[in-house]
């Protein structure tokens, strides 16, 4: 106990020391609390996107899943997240631009002023906020998880414990303390990952033997629908399309893009995002697959515990102690960066709309880090859901918010209305969804909520373009070029439904079909390369 207490001491003590070294002064302008001075270059852009898009469901969330549903999550996790580095460059880059040329620091501000509409701007932030805390309370509720598998430390506590190391940072860093901590959080949560997969595969004899192992008790976990037989072929295409509509609405990421030091930061962390997402996801979902070994009778929200529970069960001291930092890190890198950008969202955005102060400084941004900070833990106080469920369902709320920032960066004549009606439209479908008023089908949610936000947005801005007698729209270049047709046809490829329920041949016991999503990935890296190369003949 006293190996893993001391482990854990040093953890705490070596981010906080990061954090106090990359510290900005407390009276810092909010471009440089908020944004590093807009000066992320290549590897801590990726660094900091990666690890703040990898939160406690990359690793909690994600073994959890793998626990109940198999092998079956891997292709949705890393094709599909790897994937939405598209968007890097559809919306990345020109909203990088935009940010620079007129000074802005947050989301609702790009958008408030592209439409030219504060109430707009308002709703925008409101969404982001709602939507943004649920996902942040899953941070402390993981901390709270391994805490008290590894040590015994009661859950709450350990949430608490672990929000005020990050609350302490952050309130002190800003950005520039938060994209350093996640470079080392991001490193050591990469190299304790493969290490939990290794030590768990080697205690049951290796990664092949492990699998087989596996596959003679549960073998619906190597196969899809997959163990709980949810993953058919419509719920496959909604979590793909879920990737790529929210995760650049998630504003702890959207706001990253103001903070490049260049548009080609943005195109080189577009790159190489698929490979870092396929190499981070593999280990917590084999995690989850292998757990079986040990806890074959996990049920519900109890799998998200699979990976504190097996490494205990599995490991010395020393290695468990050093396993939870590596998982801890994930949720820190995520929580950080929450709390800083929804800071300043309420600082840029809400806070002059009820009031009206001058936000010279950063002062309010800090302090609405510690109301928020205490916001997530009331709600991991008693957790509703598993963790997927509790992210599937935020993340509609986020993505509902695309649409209108989509075609205020490319439309050169845009309105407000369609935007705010477009947003109404898929927040009320997306509660019309979870009262059951209204079914998904064969989908889940986000499928039906997009079309009424994409619909709707669509449909009133063609009105109001009739009553000026101007119907004509410009598709923009990328929409129509050749590389933007092959990615989608690598899209299209990924709904594999030829490959559906049967154990297919294994290598080294994984299902053969998961190196198929391994070369899409590749696929789209080469294509993506080419994009690259011609960037410089291209107008976005």
């Known amino acids: 106990m006293i190996t893993k207490i001391s482990i854990l001491t040093a953890y705490f003590l070596i981010i906080l020391i990061i954090g106090y070294l990359t510290r900005t002064h407390w009276r810092s302008s909010p471009s440089s609390y908020f944004l590093a001075d807009r000066r992320l270059g ?3 852009l990726l660094a900091t996107m990666t690890a703040t898009n990898f939160s406690a469901f990359t690793v909690f969330g994600t073994s959890g899943a793998g626990y109940r549903d198999g092998y079956g999550f891997f292709p949705i996790m890393a094709f599909g997240t790897g994937f939405m580095a598209l ?10 631009r935009i940010g620079r040329e007129r000074g802005i620091i947050t989301p609702p501000e790009l958008v408030k002023s592209l439409y030219n509409s504060p109430a707009l701007g308002l709703l925008f932030a409101v969404v982001m906020v709602v939507f943004t805390v649920p996902y942040l309370a899953l941070q402390p509720m993981a901390a709270g998880y391994a805490l008290q598998e590894l040590v015994g430390l009661s859950y709450f506590p350990g949430c608490i414990l672990v929000t005020a190391v990050i609350v302490l ?3 002190h860093g800003g950005m520039r303390a938060v994209a350093w901590t996640d470079l080392f959080q991001g490193i050591l949560m990469l190299a304790m990952l493969v290490a939990v997969l290794a030590v768990i595969a080697d205690h049951h004899g290796g990664i092949a033997a492990t699998n087989q192992k596996v596959m003679a008790l549960k073998p619906a976990l190597f196969s899809r629908p997959g163990g709980s037989g949810q993953y058919t072929l419509g719920i496959w295409f909604s979590y793909m399309a879920l990737w790529f509509l929210c995760d650049p609405m998630f504003p702890q990421l959207f706001q990253r893009f103001f903070a490049a030091k260049s548009a080609q930061s943005i195109s080189r962390m577009m790159l190489f995002y698929p490979l870092v997402c396929t190499v981070v996801f593999l280990p917590p979902i ?4 292998m757990g079986h070994l040990s806890f074959p009778d996990l049920a519900g929200k109890q799998a998200d515990r699979i990976l504190p529970l097996v490494i205990n069960a599995v490991a010395g001291d020393f290695m468990a102690a050093l396993v939870t930092a590596g998982a801890l890190t994930a ?3 995520t929580m950080d960066s929450q709390l800083l950008t929804l800071s300043s969202i309420f600082t840029r955005d809400l806070l002059p709309a009820l009031w009206k102060p001058a936000t010279r400084t950063s002062v309010p941004g800090r302090i609405f880090v510690i109301v928020l900070s ?3 833990l009331a709600l991991a106080y008693r957790p509703p859901a598993t963790m997927i469920e509790i992210a599937t369902e ?4 986020l993505a509902v918010l695309f649409p209108t920032v989509l075609f205020g960066l490319y439309w050169k004549r845009v309105y407000s209305a369609p935007a705010i009606l477009s947003i109404l439209a898929g927040e009320t479908a997306l509660v019309c969804l979870h009262f059951k008023l209204i079914l998904p089908g064969p989908f889940l949610p986000v499928i039906l909520v997009m079309l009424a936000a994409f619909g709707v947005y669509m449909v009133s801005h063609f009105l109001l373009r009739a009553q000026e007698g101007n119907l004509a729209i410009r598709l923009p270049v990328w929409q129509i070029d050749r590389y933007f047709l092959m990615l989608a046809g690598i899209f299209a490829l990924a709904m594999d439904f030829w ?4 154990v297919p041949p294994t290598i080294m016991g994984f299902p053969a079909w998961m190196a198929y999503f391994v070369l899409l990935s590749a696929a789209q890296m080469a294509v993506m390369t080419s994009l690259i190369r011609n960037e410089s003949g291209r107008k976005d």
Not at 286 to 289: N, R, S
Not at 394 to 397: C, V
Not at 499 to 502: F, S
């Open 499 to 502: 490959a559906w329920e049967r």
């Open 169 to 171: 940072y952050t309130l």
């Open 42 to 44: 290549t590897v801590i």
């Open 394 to 397: 935020t993340f509609t709320g």
């Open 374 to 376: 205490m916001t997530g």
């Open 286 to 289: 084999a995690v989850g697959v």
């Open 87 to 96: 968007s890097f460059w559809v919306i990345g880059r020109r909203a990088w």
């Open 331 to 333: 949720l820190m890198s």
